[in-house]
Every structure is written in structure tokens, then in C-alpha cells.
């Protein structure tokens, strides 16, 4: 079932906000609760990892007030990103086929700037971002084949 939910990237803390967020609200880390950064496997051109930042979050993902997903993970500048608060929240669509997740990328990206081409990734999702042309912070997660 399609859904939306928000994206929040932290420097290096976000396994303590989101341990703050779960004593506020009173709910438990989803799926395979914390995934570190060393989980990734390695990539052709990519340097290879501290051992700190290894333990960086790569996924986090929680449900709060019953029915909204908030999902979070640590975007250090030792690995390429210049976060600034403005800048670490992304609305994250997941819809229900890649036709329309097409579809959404084009029309929130025609006018703003592509940061990520859609494309298969190593979880085994279709994802891609942008940024639309009034500035706000897009991904997209498609686990649907079709």
C-alpha cells in the first residue's frame, strides 16, 4: 500500500534522537530495528569505511501516533554530505508501482534538481530524490516491481 512518511538526516546523533523519540513516543524501532553504515556492501569507487563511522546509522524507522513513519540515518561530512538544519528532511514517498513513482519524480523534479536518478539499490528498492522547485526534499522508495 502506498504511504509517505518523514525522512530525517542527523550529522552523527541519530541513534540518540531517535531513542529520544521513542521514549516520547512510546513506541519501538520497525523492521530490523538499527542498520549500520558497515552493513553496506562495498561499492566500486567508494572508500572504505572508519571504523566509527561504520557504526554510524545507515536506517532507522519508527511509527508514531499509530500511523506515521518517521525514518532517520547519520550523514556525516566524512562521507560527502554538507548538512545543515534546513537541509536534513526529506517528505519520503513509497508508491505502489515504479510507473508512478516515475511519474511523481518527473513532476516534483521538472523545475527543481535531481540529487539521486531513480535506480535499483542494494536493499532491493527502486530510490531515487530531488528537490522540487520550491526547495523541498523528495526521496522515493518503490519495492514493487512492477
Same mark, same amino acid.
Given at each position: 500500500?502506498?504511504?509517505?512518511? !518523514?525522512?530525517?538526516?542527523? @550529522? #552523527?546523533?541519530?541513534?540518540?534522537?531517535?531513542?529520544?523519540?521513542?521514549?516520547?513516543?512510546?513506541? @519501538?524501532? =520497525?523492521?530490523?530495528?538499527?542498520?549500520?553504515?558497515?552493513?553496506?556492501?562495498?561499492? @566500486?569507487?567508494?572508500?572504505?569505511?572508519?571504523?566509527?563511522?561504520?557504526?554510524?546509522?545507515?536506517?532507522? @524507522?519508527?511509527?508514531?501516533?499509530?500511523?506515521?513513519?518517521?525514518?532517520?540515518?547519520?550523514?556525516?561530512?566524512?562521507?560527502?554530505?554538507?548538512?545543515?538544519?534546513?537541509?536534513?528532511?526529506?517528505?519520503?514517498?513509497?508508491?505502489?508501482?515504479?510507473?508512478? !513513482?516515475?511519474?511523481?519524480?518527473?513532476?516534483?523534479?521538472?523545475?527543481?534538481?535531481? !540529487?539521486? =536518478?531513480?535506480?535499483?539499490?542494494?536493499?532491493? =528498492?527502486?530510490?531515487?530524490?530531488?528537490?522540487?522547485?520550491?526547495?523541498?526534499?523528495?526521496?522515493?522508495?518503490?519495492?514493487? #516491481?512492477?
Amino acid at each position: 500500500m502506498a504511504s509517505v512518511s !518523514t525522512y530525517l538526516n542527523f @550529522e #552523527r546523533n541519530t541513534e540518540a534522537a531517535f531513542n529520544f523519540y521513542k521514549s516520547v513516543f512510546n513506541s @519501538e524501532f =520497525d523492521g530490523q530495528g538499527i542498520v549500520r553504515m558497515n552493513s553496506i556492501p562495498p561499492q @566500486e569507487g567508494m572508500p572504505p569505511l572508519s571504523e566509527e563511522d561504520g557504526q554510524l546509522v545507515m536506517h532507522v @524507522e519508527m511509527t508514531i501516533l499509530g500511523c506515521h513513519k518517521i525514518m532517520g540515518t547519520d550523514s556525516p561530512e566524512s562521507m560527502g554530505f554538507n548538512l545543515n538544519k534546513g537541509n536534513n528532511i526529506h517528505i519520503n514517498l513509497q508508491p505502489d508501482t515504479r510507473v508512478e !513513482t516515475q511519474r511523481l519524480f518527473k513532476a516534483l523534479s521538472s523545475e527543481g534538481r535531481v !540529487t539521486m =536518478d531513480l535506480q535499483e539499490m542494494f536493499w532491493g =528498492d527502486y530510490f531515487g530524490s530531488c528537490i522540487d522547485p520550491f526547495g523541498v526534499q523528495w526521496m522515493f522508495n518503490c519495492s514493487s #516491481r512492477e
